[in-house]
T-cell receptor
Framework: DAGVIQSPRHEVTEMGQEVTLRCKPI?????LFWYRQTMMRGLELLIY????????DSGMPEDRFSAKMPNASFSTLKIQPSEPRDSAVYFC??????????FGPGTRLTVL | AQKVTQAQTEISVVEKEDVTLDCVYE???????LFWYKQPPSGELVFLIR??????QNEISGRYSWNFQKSTSSFNFTITASQVVDSAVYFC???????????????FGAGTRLFVKA
């Protein structure tokens, strides 16, 4: 298995632009998580899905952020419009029924 | 209120020494989950362990061991005979029920940076 796949690995964009981050979880994993990591705030859980359904999005910072999981093999995290303070590394992780999480390599987002 | 404290910002040891990373948590719930993650210099996050609040058994996995003590609200992580490859930032996390959304709310400690010198 290729593991959790995230794309792009790096994204540089200008303030106000729409940004879409993509994640392909490991096949057969029921849970999918989106995290954000910054120097100021550390690691934060943004949202997670169970069987493609969003369960808890209380970590999503504001309405500019949205996440979808249209099927078991794909999820997106969208920021519209993006702001410089959104610059961070965004991780996606999928989880087995034994509660082991596997992380993707992350997307480093820079908003200028 | 939910809180995770990793009081040790940085620890430096020499290879083969044992090292314990502390994690103290606060929660009002009786059902919760505790985690440890490793983040090596390459930046990826590696899941190490998940424990639920009803399972206080200590766990050992190779050179890694975890000591969960509800009486002191601690979930400490010990690396025995440390190696240079153990150099990383280690995060402790707490997950408890989010009664508003019906899911689980997870917060992370600030992390402890471990340097293992050869």
């Amino acid at each position: 298995d290729a593991g959790v796949i995230q794309s792009p690995r790096h994204e540089v964009t200008e303030m106000g632009q729409e940004v879409t981050l993509r994640c392909k979880p490991i096949s057969g994993h029921d849970y999918l998580f989106w995290y954000r990591q910054t120097m100021m705030r550390g690691l934060e859980l943004l949202i997670y899905f169970n069987n493609n359904v969003p369960i808890d999005d209380s970590g999503m910072p504001e309405d500019r952020f949205s996440a979808k999981m249209p099927n078991a093999s794909f999820s997106t995290l969208k920021i519209q419009p993006s702001e410089p303070r959104d610059s961070a590394v965004y991780f996606c992780a999928s989880q087995t029924s034994r509660n082991e999480q596997f992380f993707g390599p992350g997307t480093r987002l820079t908003v200028l | 209120a939910q809180k995770v404290t990793q009081a040790q910002t940085e620890i430096s040891v020499v290879e083969k020494e044992d090292v314990t990373l502390d994690c103290v948590y606060e929660t009002r719930d009786t059902t919760y989950y505790l985690f440890w993650y490793k983040q090596p210099p390459s930046g990826e996050l590696v899941f190490l362990i998940r424990r639920n609040s009803f399972d206080e058994q200590n766990e050992i996995s190779g050179r890694y061991s975890w000591n969960f003590q509800k009486s002191t609200s601690s979930f400490n992580f010990t690396i025995t005979a440390s190696q240079v490859v153990d150099s990383a930032v280690y995060f402790c996390a707490l997950s408890e029920a989010n009664y508003v959304t019906g899911g689980f709310k997870t917060i992370f400690g600030a992390g402890t940076r471990l340097f293992v010198k050869a």
